[in-house]
């Protein structure tokens, strides 16, 4: 249900709505009476709101491999804040999400990357190799550890890759950030950046990947130089949203620059895959699926495309899936727009913008496509300033001196003034709150009325 346009007459931050839309919000592709409160871990945004009694945690990187305390402090609590003040997170392989409803939250800039890369070396024997000519359907191989690679090109990488490394298991294969897997919902990541090791031919993971997930709203992130896609929602994962997000890849990356797959196989059963692209920008040497998709009903609303000489189509339908495109942007160099094979039907609006003259205008086909929520569209000439200005970890979200954490298992609680005098309760202005906790600590907080 398309709202009355918005207009530039309004500063850009006014189009973000600061809450969960779209698909995410949804039970149904068809029916707007079915609707799912996604909360998340019960806040999305920082400071934590007074009064919120949820479990709340916030991790600061030691400069070492976390991924072990990343895990833990997702299984113990349902907000997770990365205070990005004391580096970079790294994570020797992803992080598996196992549970539903909880809050993943950036502050301080906070970055989470993958501990391996592709190094110099690695991009030098591959090219001495001939890798970039290498078939990437057939003519492989068996490798040294027995496993069977059907493709030339990545049979050769990840060949020249054990050779150089020692590395017979492979390991490095999993250099990614998050895994959401099965039965997991109810999952809320905001204003993070993603930092990968170069997207490389080897059959690797995902920045992020939700394999059957549901109702995930991914808002506000960076995503840079996933080993195989940067965020790719596959396995008859359902009703989620992406939206205000950045994909590109830097120099790191060699090969398989393909940034989004939505649904793994043709075989992918029907109905699942809903998914909202809102306010996204494609950008630095992204090469395709941006995104690519099977089965579900995809709706691509105000993003923008800035990825000059892509090899291959931007939006990508493919079999049994259902597209609407509206009020997108496709910069000067943007060649490659559009390619669909077998999709069910694509509705593509005379809104969306290619700014190539040679490029020709998609043409819709099949039933006309329809989303069950309410939305207001951007014309899509202010879409790439709207985009630029905001999409990405852009939330200002810094923390002060004092911690803002609160936990569910405060004993008791007192507040001083900033002179250290003991108060009865908050003074008008600044305040210091001292919780006193169950396990022995001590939280300190400020409170400001």
């Known amino acids: 249900m398309l709202m009355a346009a918005a207009t530039m007459t309004s500063a850009a931050t006014d189009y973000d709505q600061n809450k969960p839309f779209g698909f995410c919000t949804l039970n149904s592709r068809t029916d707007a009476s079915k609707t799912y409160d996604i909360t998340g871990g019960g806040c999305y945004t920082y400071p934590v709101p007074e009064g919120f009694t949820g479990k709340v945690i916030v991790l600061k990187s030691t400069g070492a491999d976390m991924k072990s305390t990343i895990e833990s ?4 609590n349902k907000v997770i804040i990365f205070d990005g ?15 539903s409803s909880h809050t993943l939250l950036g502050i301080n800039g906070a970055r ?37 690679v059907t493709e030339e090109a990545e049979y050769n990488t990840r060949r020249i890759i054990i050779e150089l490394t020692g590395d017979k298991s492979e390991a490095y294969q999993k250099s990614g950030i998050f895994s959401i897997g099965s039965g997991i919902q109810n999952i809320i990541i905001r204003n993070l950046k993603f930092v990968g090791p170069g997207s490389i031919d080897v ?5 992020i990947s939700a394999t059957g997930a549901k109702h995930l709203w991914v808002d506000h992130c960076d ?70 998709a099977r089965a579900g009903k995809i709706h691509m609303l105000n993003n923008y495309y800035s990825c000059e000489g892509n090899g291959t189509a931007c939006i990508n339908p493919r079999k049994n899936s259902e597209f609407l495109v509206e009020g997108n942007y496709f910069d000067k160099g943007v ?20 700014a190539e003259s040679s490029v020709s205008k998609p043409s819709s086909f099949g039933t006309t496509v329809t989303v069950p929520y309410e939305y207001s569209a951007v014309p899509a000439a202010d879409v790439p300033t709207v985009v630029k200005q ?29 002179r250290g005098r003991r108060l009865s309760e908050p003074a008008r202005g600044v305040s210091i709150r001292v919780e006193h906790m169950a396990d022995g600590r001590t939280v300190t907080s400020k409170v400001v009325r």
């Open 73 to 76: 402090a997702i299984s113990q």
């Open 85 to 99: 003040s004391e580096g970079d997170f790294i994570v020797s392989s992803s992080v598996e999400i196992k549970s």
């Open 112 to 148: 989470l990357c993958t501990k391996w890369y592709v190094t110099d070396e690695i991009r030098q024997a591959l090219d001495a190799a001939g890798v970039p000519s290498m078939s990437t359907s057939s003519g492989g191989g068996t490798l040294v550890n027995g496993k069977s």
């Open 203 to 207: 059959g690797g993971y995902d920045l």
């Open 223 to 292: 995503f840079q130089d996933g080993m195989d896609g940067n965020f790719d929602i596959t396995k008859s994962a359902d009703f989620n949203t992406v939206s205000w997000c950045t994909f590109s890849y830097s120099d790191r990356s060699y090969m398989h620059q393909n940034t989004n797959l939505i649904g793994s196989s043709d075989s992918e059963p029907t109905g699942y895959l809903n998914t909202t692209f809102a306010f996204c920008w494609w950008g630095e040497k992204c090469r395709a699926r941006m995104p690519m």
């Open 335 to 354: 060649k490659k727009v559009y390619s669909q094979s077998s999709a069910t039907a694509v509705t593509w609006g005379s809104d969306n913008y290619i």
């Open 390 to 418: 905001n999409a990405g970890a852009t939330l200002n979200y810094v923390s002060t001196a004092i911690s803002t954490v609160r936990s569910s298992n405060v004993v008791s609680t007192d507040y001083y003034d900033l």
